[in-house]
């Protein structure tokens, strides 16, 4: 590293390592929790004509109300709840956080959790506090409130469900942790597609209360389009910040295209969380390896000690990509991460996992 590079980049920036995606060319890719269906062949034609209409010599609408009102009729969001787009949820991560940021402010989580929450903190300048959960995964409900007593943290982020354990947190937990913090409390539900249950009725009963989903795993990851839902004196302030053309015009006309065929994504949602059960079954069944269930689109499995790191190379020598979590250590100590791909990408997986011998 150069000397004007160790003098102008601020000290938290070069502390940190940049989000790792593992290249996955020739793989079978489970390790990104992207939805593994492809937009259906007959709704292809009418997308196309539907991305010809784009005026790409214009910018694209700062607050474009027919992909809001779409995002709003098919996602319940509250009429009262103002809504602001962002591109993807790590900028609406960044934005909050943005927002808030002074030097002696800290944001909290839960660990393990998404790692942009705390990566994003760093960056802007805040502290991170994160409050480990307990061996099943449920939340430590004495040990955050004690942490939000001790903290007073700005902002406190939870993933719900959660990413990378799969499951959903205790709701009557989740609404205590909301009173009993002095700042803003963002639920994020990325994975609602697949859950059992939602916040959405939550968001206007609370004036710290912010909800923040992505259409990622709808199927549109490629878009990179997240939205926040709140009050509005939140989200007038959060506007200030975001970039005014920040959604670009071919992601706005897809999702609206998108949103007018929730069936076709929806039935794929279904479709996915079918899949799910039979893999947790089926891994379930081959009895080396610890099984947990999931409320999202991937499920963690945990090994026996010092197995995670040659199962996950062992299986990318079968070009079956997974995501290795061991190396957080913690509860992921020896945990492996399989997104729910097609079936008979699972069934590779299966394959692929039931060929690698164990080592006694």
Sequence with gaps: MSDLVKQLILDQIQSLSAYHVQPAENMVKLDAMENPYDLPEQLKQPWLECLSSAAINRYPSPQPQGLIAQLRATQAIPDAAEVMLGNGSDELIQIICMAVAKADR?????????????????????????????????????????AIAAHQPA????????????????????????????????????????????????????????????????????????????????????????????????????????????????????QIKQQRQ???????????????????????FKTTDGQADRIFSALKEHRILIKNLSAQGGLLNETLRVTIGTPEENQEFLQALSEIPEVV
């Design 106 to 146: 800290m944001v909290m989580s839960v660990t393990p959790s998404f790692v942009m929450y705390e990566q994003t903190a760093v960056i802007t300048g805040m502290k991170f506090h994160g409050v480990s959960l307990q061996q099943d995964f449920s939340l430590d409900l004495t040990g955050m409130l004690a």
């Design 278 to 300: 039979s893999l947790i079954e089926q891994l379930r069944s081959q009895t080396r390896y610890q099984v947990f269930e999931s409320q999202a689109n991937f499920v963690l």
């Design 155 to 270: 902002v406190i982020f939870l993933a719900y469900p959660n990413n990378p354990t799969a499951n959903s947190f205790d709701r009557k937990q989740l609404v205590e942790i909301i009173h009993a913090s002095p700042g803003l409390v963002v639920i994020d539900e990325a994975y609602a597609p697949f859950a059992a249950d939602t916040m959405m009725d939550e968001v206007l009963r609370h004036d710290n209360l912010l909800l923040m989903r992505t259409l990622s795993k709808f199927g549109l990851a490629g878009c990179r389009l997240g939205y926040l839902c709140g009050p509005e004196p939140w989200m007038t302030e959060l506007n200030k910040i975001r970039m005014p053309y920040n959604i670009n015009i071919l992601t706005q006309l897809t999702a609206e295209f998108a949103l007018q065929h929730t069936d076709v994504f929806s039935a794929q949602a279904e």
